[in-house]
């Protein structure tokens, strides 16, 4: 991996990250899964500021993990205090996930020929 002072293949970004994982057994962890994909295609990806998100599943069934990738950090805000962010922080409360805050510090791309 090159220096960071060298960066050619490495990217710093001011995005926000809020990833979140929630406990789950190996039965509910499709159905979860899918609910959380559900509210990203139907709300969240209409949000300002909204990037990307992903879900996760753990091999071992336990967990399933939300990554959702904003603009900034003023975007998130914007989102938990919508109609449907207050919602889904209820709901989430409820489910005792752990939540990370994260702004990403670099991205590593393959190596250029």
């Known amino acids: 991996m090159a220096g960071r ?13 809020a990833l979140v994982i929630y406990p ?3 039965p509910a962890q499709i159905g979860q899964a899918t609910t959380l994909l559900r509210m990203a295609e139907d709300a969240i990806r209409s949000m300002p500021g909204f990037v990307a998100g992903r879900v996760f599943l753990s091999e071992d069934g336990e967990h399933v993990i939300s990554m959702v990738e904003w603009r900034d950090r ?18 989430a409360t409820e489910l005792h996930p752990k939540a990370y805050w994260l702004h ?4 590593v791309g393959p190596s250029k020929p």
């Open 5 to 17: 002072d060298e960066g050619e293949n490495v990217e710093t970004t001011g995005s926000f990250v």
């Open 104 to 107: 990403p510090y670099a991205t």
């Open 24 to 26: 789950s057994t190996r």
């Open 74 to 91: 003023e975007s998130f805000a914007h989102f938990r205090q919508s109609e449907f962010g207050r919602a889904g922080v209820q709901l």
